[in-house]
C-alpha cells in the first residue's frame, strides 16, 4: 500500500538587495501563495516569526545567478544570506532557478503593480513545488 510522505510548508524567498520577497504553500506544500515583501534591515527576525507562526518545514530561495550560470552583482550577498538563515532557523534550504520570475509576476500583476517581489517568490516557489509531482514512499 502507499502512503503520502508526511506534509511540510514551505516558504519561498525572492531574495533582493533592497527587499525580500516572501511567499508560502498551502499545507499540502501543493499551491504557493504570495505573502508580502519585507526590507532586508530585520528581515531574519520576520522570517524566523513567520517560520514559527506558520510551522514552516523547509525553504525554498531563488538562486539569483544569471541565466547561464555566471554570478551577478547580488549573488554572493544572497548566497551569504542563506547560509546565515539556514544557520539560524536550522531548516533545510534549497536554492533553485528564478530567472525570469520578476518578469513572470510583473505580467500577470495588475496595472501599476507590476513590481511585486512577493508575487516573484510565489513563482519562484510554485516552480519548485510543480517540479516534486506527488511524492510517495
Partial sequence: MKRYT??????GIDYG??????ALSDESGAIAFPRGTIENQDALAHIRGL?????VGAIIMGDTKA???LENPISKEAAAFAEMLARETGLLIERVWEAW????????APKGQEH???AA???ILQRYLDSRGKRVE
Fill in 51 to 55: 517560520i514559527d507562526s506558520e510551522k
Fill in 17 to 22: 538587495a533592497k527587499r525580500i520577497g516572501l
Fill in 67 to 69: 541565466p547561464g550560470g
Fill in 121 to 123: 517568490a510565489a513563482i
Fill in 116 to 118: 511585486d517581489d512577493s
Fill in 6 to 11: 508526511a506534509l511540510v510548508k514551505y516558504l
Fill in 101 to 108: 520570475s520578476s518578469i513572470e509576476a510583473s505580467r500577470l
